[in-house]
């Protein structure tokens, strides 16, 4: 690790402050990104902002068909918490999937997101349910946020205070690891709502993205033949030692398929 | 330079020093605890991990800093006036050891696991012991020993 | 070894224990070199090159100042100014037509050019490791890029890139076995041949305990005084002296635990002779911590072996000879073990398993630009019965012959052993035949149809592999193992050995030997490993090669008799009878004649009751029969395995406990190998692409294999009076078979490649699926 002043930040306010004043002042929340990046020098950051202790990033709640997620949350609180398994299990379920026992206690979901790491498991939920994704400067919409690899509509000086995911009728999550990392080779989420089918992809591409035409397949007849007979486009799919595009665009359609059955609880 | 004060294994420490010092480094070097091991640089192998107010979590990827105040209890601080944990003592019965390099870091996590979920069923065992390493036991014997434990400590 | 077998439990400081070393191991008491510190220690960091094969144009370290605490930085002109050029190598038999190997110079420092990525390019000495890791970062290299040959073949074609100017054509040494022109012969006269390639992947041994140094200058001797992980302290002051050019007992070599091992650790590394330096020339012990993507570029890497059988059979499906055509990738330099292992033990086992009349053998050693190769769990003995075993199987898928059949056709009959190869070796002792049968029948062979068509039923792919293996242990490279034995005045008694356990639990497996001997409980014997006031005066082979059980563990047994021996002869005179009236049992020495006894402890508090007993051996020839099955998910490529049983013949079993342990872990870094593990470099650029965990397939708990059924066939060695087989390697060399002729089985195709990634599977699913 290259050296950087550690500061800890006691309210949303005095973050964004902190973070204003530093041009080259990185957040840290759980570090389960950042402090191994740091490790092998990959980054270097004038300043670590500890967002950790902030009250104004906690807590799970539901109102008005919203679930509402402080994004400081961990993983592990998503994945136990009464709340989120009954709106929507299957995020609970996600949570759960995520990295290792000791991961899930210290990342968080705000870092997850604003990392958009291409094989995290998080994007694929957000876009999927149509998150709103909430800053201490606006709301964006998950469909916004998510612009590629490592990269989001954050801005200068703006971060995660909150995500706001609208309860779908059903949805869920299946995911092939990375047998090396633990990270999505392809993870395919599902969300259905009164609006329709909407499917994410995580980890067989640059970044999350939709799979439309499985939403449409799928808003006509939600069974795993659905999809039998339609493909990922492998075009722009990641591609290395691990597995061909051809390999992960087949992931993404197993992994719909299973996430599919488990949705119409087959 | 940053002052971090925090209890490890029940007696509170107090040491100064540099932001970027790992939890783990402070552990090993500051507090001469070397039964925390480190065995990657990426946050995979678990070596390391350690209870940070009560959680199990890796002391390689959390900052001394950001422990400050913390409740530590590393693998020195798992017998108690002379009797061996429970995990510890699944451990050697199970022959779930070789090298006894990972051991710490398993017995930490495995304590950990079985904190949250008394009586795991294998799947969640292999859930459970995801976050560790073993280069020597094939962890058939470790997966043993997490049974065994947990029959242990429901004695 | 099968379930009725309970864990031999021990009571230790009011615990139940399996292991005498668990104790310390469990409570975070263990001592790993990293753990060593010395007061006034400085820390060193090693820049590496970071790329494949490159002149060095300039090292410029002007900014390091900037750095607090920096003390120095060196670099190839140190390397050269030390005359640390040249790295031991046991390489000491001749080659092809008499040729001698040529063995390449590998300075400490790099000197003039690199010629892989993760060379060492200057070394840097800081009060901390974090400054010298700061300071590594501001030294700037100017490099001249060369271009690199990353693939073994590539390296020995004509016109490739020449790694070192004294080994035209990157091939430093060439072997051969057996009669050629009887092969030949074989071959053109058979009813069907079998040719196969396999490639028997880069992989790296992975110990979790990263390499580490604590180094001193020690003034009064003009020596150094070294803690780092080591498979046994004679073999490592050994490759320090060949480094150096000091003497051996200018090192003394101090370790307790060691965090794995498997081959890796038998190697004396360049970091440790430059620190050497550093140490001598500033007066203050140095430190040196690797890193795991540092482990992953710098510790020896194992296997690499691209090997051709091609197998002749008569129109009974009688093998009538075999050729090996073998082709060993040892990176840019030959590394102390690697060149003699991968050609001296598969020669030793050749046939594998069977009666072959001709047979064959040629090796051939590139250097290319990646790290060196060295002994890796088997060493060259898993290679060559993993080649064996799937050419047998190809040829059973093209003769549709039951593999079983074909096998048992072949096998050397267990009244024929001692057998003689046509290599020249000799197979002390087994009986494949009632092994491989025993294991049929346990693992149900025959009923294999129909657990494959349930299968099918879920959509599933099963396949059914068998591999029957056979080994030669290490015989070890000191004439001799040495075991001292001592009794104190209270009763304990205290053995020393120079073989060092990186986890295979020598301090209860020697304690059960003699405590076996001298009757009295294993608590009450303590083994001291490596001792360095012993060292320098003791003969013993390192732990490699499954040889300690067969050597140091069996002089355990003797040295304790001769401890009995010795005591009867001292308290004889207490006693007041003649020697030969003495009787010893359960710790105490007592006389029919003089009504007399006085027990162990007594005697030691008036005589020094203290031997040396030793023993020469052998190797022995541990052999086994693994039977796996697989079922894979076609969608997705997974594999799960659906049973794996051994049945090995392992000799006398002193812990049964520990042998499960071993054959656990052996069968599992095979599997490892099998479905994921694999050093890749990138062919152009040269640079690492499996340098963390997050990118080599490590396996985990609960991954492929849930659990194994063990079950024994023994016959008993006669290399040492205990009946011993060394068996630390042969899950190894078994599983890698078994489990690849279980996945072809199940692919329906006659050989893939490891690893078998999921990505891998399926991709073959979908090659099969296109053919038919």
């Known amino acids: 690790m290259h050296t950087f002043s550690y500061v800890k930040a006691k309210s949303l306010k005095e973050a964004g402050d902190m973070l204003a004043a530093h041009a080259d002042a990185k957040l840290l929340a759980g570090g389960m990104t950042l402090i191994p990046t740091l490790k092998a020098r990959l980054a270097q950051p004038s300043h670590l902002i500890d967002i950790s202790g902030i009250a104004e990033l906690t807590g799970i709640d539901v109102k008005d068909g919203k679930l509402t997620i402080g994004a400081g949350t961990k993983h592990v609180e998503v994945a136990r918490s009464a709340v989120v398994k009954k709106a929507i299990p299957a995020l609970a379920y996600l949570a759960n999937q995520i990295g290792d ?16 790491d291409p094989a995290a498991d998080y994007p694929s939920a957000a876009l999927a349910v149509g998150a709103t994704i909430v800053t201490n400067k606006r709301e964006i919409a998950a469909d916004d946020f998510f612009q590629g690899m490592f990269s989001t509509a954050l801005g200068t000086g703006e971060m995660i205070v909150k995500i706001v995911f609208p309860v779908p009728a059903k949805a869920a999550y299946e995911k092939f690891p990375h047998p090396a990392s633990g990270y999505a080779m392809a993870g395919s989420f599902i969300s259905q709502t009164a609006k329709g089918v909407r499917v994410a992809i995580t980890g067989a591409g640059p970044g999350v993205f939709r799979w439309k035409e499985a939403e449409a397949a799928l808003g006509k007849k939600m069974n795993a033949a659905a999809v039998e007979g339609i493909n990922v486009d492998s075009t722009d799919l990641n591609e290395d030692m691990h597995g061909t595009r051809e390999y992960r665009a087949n992931l993404a359609k197993v992994m719909t398929k299973r996430a599919v059955a488990k949705l119409s609880g087959k | 330079m940053a002052k971090v004060e925090l209890k490890i294994n029940g007696k ?56 400050s105040g913390a409740d530590i209890t590393t693998i020195e601080g798992m017998a108690k006036n002379g009797k061996l944990h429970p995990v510890q003592q699944a451990f050697t019965e199970c022959h779930a050891l070789q090298c006894g390099f990972c051991t710490p870091g398993m017995i930490m996590a495995v304590a950990g696991l079985l904190k949250d979920n008394p009586k795991p069923t294998d799947e969640e065992i292999y859930h459970g012991l995801e976050g560790n390493l073993c280069r020597c036991t094939g962890y058939i014997n470790i997966v043993k020993a997490v049974k065994k434990s947990a029959e242990l400590m429901g004695k | 070894m099968d379930q009725h077998h309970h864990s031999q439990l021990f009571e230790v400081g009011g615990a139940q224990v399996s292991r005498l070393e668990d104790v310390r191991l469990i409570t975070g008491n263990g001592k790993y070199s990293s753990d060593w510190n010395a007061p006034d220690q400085l820390h060193a960091c090693f820049l590496r090159s970071d790329r494949a094969h490159a002149r060095i144009v300039s090292i410029n370290y002007e900014k390091v100042g900037q750095i607090k ?101 990157n091939a430093p040494f060439e072997a051969e076995t057996g009669d050629e022109a009887s092969v030949t012969d074989a071959i053109s006269k058979a009813a069907h041949v079998t040719k196969l ?63 794995g091992g498997f081959g890796q650790r038998s190697t004396v590394y360049p970091e440790y002779i430059s620190m050497m330096i550093a140490a001598k020339a500033l007066q203050r012990p140095i430190k040196w911590v690797s890193t795991r993507t540092e482990s992953f570029l710098s510790d020896t890497h194992g296997r690499g072996n691209i090997i051709t059988a091609t197998l002749a059979l008569d129109k009974n499906a009688q093998f009538t000879g075999l050729r090996i055509d073998w082709l060993t990738d040892m990176g840019a330099f030959l590394s102390p073990t690697g060149p003699v292992s991968h050609i001296r033990n598969p020669s030793t086992c050749l046939n594998g398993v069977y009666k072959i009349p001709a047979l064959y053998g040629h090796f051939t050693v590139a250097l290319t630009n990646t790290m060196l190769v060295a002994a890796y769990r088997g060493a060259g003995r898993p290679d060559i019965a993993y080649a064996i075993e799937r050419v047998v199987d190809a040829a059973a898928l093209e003769l549709k012959m039951d593999p079983a059949d074909l096998r048992r056709r072949n096998y050397i009959p267990a009244n024929e052993f001692p057998y003689k190869t046509a290599t020249g070796s000799t197979y002390e002792c087994a009986d494949l035949p009632g092994l491989s049968a025993k294991a049929l029948a346990l693992a149900d062979w025959s009923g294999f149809e129909a ?119 001292l308290a004889a005179e207490d006693l007041g009878v003649e020697p030969s009236q003495v009787t010893y049992s359960k710790g105490e020495f007592s006389s029919k004649q003089s009504k007399k006894k006085i027990t162990l402890a007594q005697l030691a508090t008036k005589k020094t009751l203290c031997v040396r007993g030793e023993g020469t051996f052998l190797s022995t020839f541990p052999n086994g029969c693994h039977i796996a099955e697989v079922e894979i998910d076609p969608e997705t490529g997974v594999t799960d395995i659906a049973s794996y049983l051994s049945v090995d013949d392992c000799g006398h079993v002193v812990s049964h406990t520990v042998v499960e342990g071993q054959m656990h872990g052996a069968v599992v870094q095979g599997l490892g190998q099998v479905f994921g593990e694999h050093i890749v470099y990138d062919k152009q650029s040269g640079q690492m692409l499996t340098a963390s965990f997050g990118d080599y397939i490590m396996p985990r708990a ?40 279980a996945m072809s089985n199940a692919l329906g195709v006659k050989h893939v490649d490891m690893p078998l990634t999921p990505a891998k599977v399926w991709k073959t699913i979908q090659q099969t699926k296109a053919i038919n």
Not at chain 3, 707 to 734: D, F, Q
């Open chain 1, 101 to 116: 026992p000791q991961v899930r206690n210290r990342g968080t979901i705000g870092g997850s997101l604003a990392n958009n």
């Open chain 2, 12 to 67: 509170p420490h107090s040491y100064e020093v540099e932001d970027r010092t790992l939890l783990v480094n402070l552990i090993r070097d500051s507090a001469q605890l070397t039964g925390t091991h480190v065995g990657c640089d990426t946050s995979q192998c678990g070596a390391c991990t350690v209870h940070m107010n009560g959680v199990a979590v890796k002391s390689c990827t959390v900052l001394a800093v950001q422990a």
């Open chain 3, 69 to 169: 605490g920096v003390v120095g930085v060196y670099t190839g002109d140190d390397a050269k100014a030390s005359g640390y050029l040249r790295s031991a190598n046991f390489l000491t038999f001749a080659g092809k037509g008499g040729m001698k190997a040529k063995v390449p110079d590998r300075p400490c420092i790099a000197i003039g050019k690199v010629r892989f990525v993760g060379d060492i390019v200057a070394m840097v000495i800081a009060e901390s490791h974090l400054a010298a890791q700061d300071a590594c970062e501001l030294i700037e290299v100017t490099y001249d890029d060369l271009p690199a040959v990353i693939d073994p073949v590539a390296a020995l074609a004509p016109g490739a890139p020449q790694l070192h100017d004294e080994i035209p054509g």
């Open chain 3, 197 to 259: 390639t396999v490639d028997c992947t880069r992989v790296t041994a992975s110990p979790m305990e990263p390499r580490a140094a604590l180094i001193e200058f020690d003034a009064t001797n003009g020596g150094y005084i070294v803690h780092t992980p080591s498979q046994g302290v004679n073999m490592t002051r050994r490759q320090f002296a060949g480094y150096t050019n000091l003497a051996e007992d200018k090192f003394r070599v101090d370790i307790q635990d060691v965090g």
């Open chain 3, 451 to 569: 657990r494959k068509a349930a299968s099918a039923k879920k959509g599933k792919l099963r396949g059914i592999g068998m591999s029957t293996v056979i080994e030669n242990t290490g015989a070890g490279m000191y004439p001799k193992d040495e075991i001292e034995i001592s009794v104190d005045a209270k009763g304990l008694v205290t053995a020393h050995s120079v073989a060092q356990s990186q986890g295979q639990s020598h301090e209860t497996t020697f304690a059960m030997v003699i405590s076996n001997a001298l009757g009295i409980p294993v608590e009450r014997i303590k083994i001291r490993q490596g001792d360095p006031d012993k060292a320098t005066t003791m003969i013993g082979n390192h732990s490699g090669g499954s040889r300690t059980m067969v050597g140091a563990g069996t002089v355990c047994h003797i040295a304790a008799n001769k401890l009995i021996d010795a005591g009867k002869s």
């Open chain 3, 702 to 741: 609960g991954q492929h294999l849930k659990s194994m059924r063990m079950e024994e066939h023994a016959t008993m060695s006669k290399v040492g009076p205990l009946g011993i087989k060394g068996m630390g390697e042969s899950g190894c060399t078994a599983s890698l078979g078994a489990l690849v002729n």
